[in-house]
């Protein structure tokens, strides 16, 4: 098991800047790739950023390439989600996974375990 527990999120205005964090803890996290997706009311979860497990390849939705960041830091257990240059359509519930295979993945099937979300809101 991994449990995943995420922060960071919160108000920010268009053109502000946010850092989400994923913590890790259960089984070894250097072996999993992470991933960050969000959802809103009333839509499908989508895919965001993720992250291979060695941290070398990175893959981002067409939506948030060039302004969002993924990391992760294997001796800390944790993830991360710089975003900047936020918009108001960025404005969702934003979830940390992992993948046991290791490799970067977009499909939410694709991931074993999820955090609990936290919620991110972009004023106009």
């Known amino acids: 098991q991994v449990q995943l527990v995420e922060s960071g999120g919160g108000l920010v205005q268009a053109g502000g800047s946010l850092r989400l964090s994923c913590a890790a803890s259960g089984r070894t996290f250097s072996g999993y790739a992470m991933g960050w997706f969000r959802q809103v009311p009333g839509k499908e979860r989508e895919f965001v950023a993720t992250?291979?497990?060695?941290?070398?390849?990175?893959y981002y939705a067409d939506s948030v390439k060039g302004r969002f960041t993924i990391s992760r830091d294997n001796t800390k257990n944790t993830v991360y989600l710089q975003m900047n240059s936020l918009k108001p359509e960025d404005t969702a519930v934003y979830y940390c996974a992992a993948d046991r295979g290791g490799d970067i993945a977009t499909f939410v099937e694709d991931y074993n375990y999820w955090g609990q979300g936290t919620q991110v809101t972009v004023s106009s």
């Open positions: 992250i291979s497990w060695s941290g070398y390849s990175t």
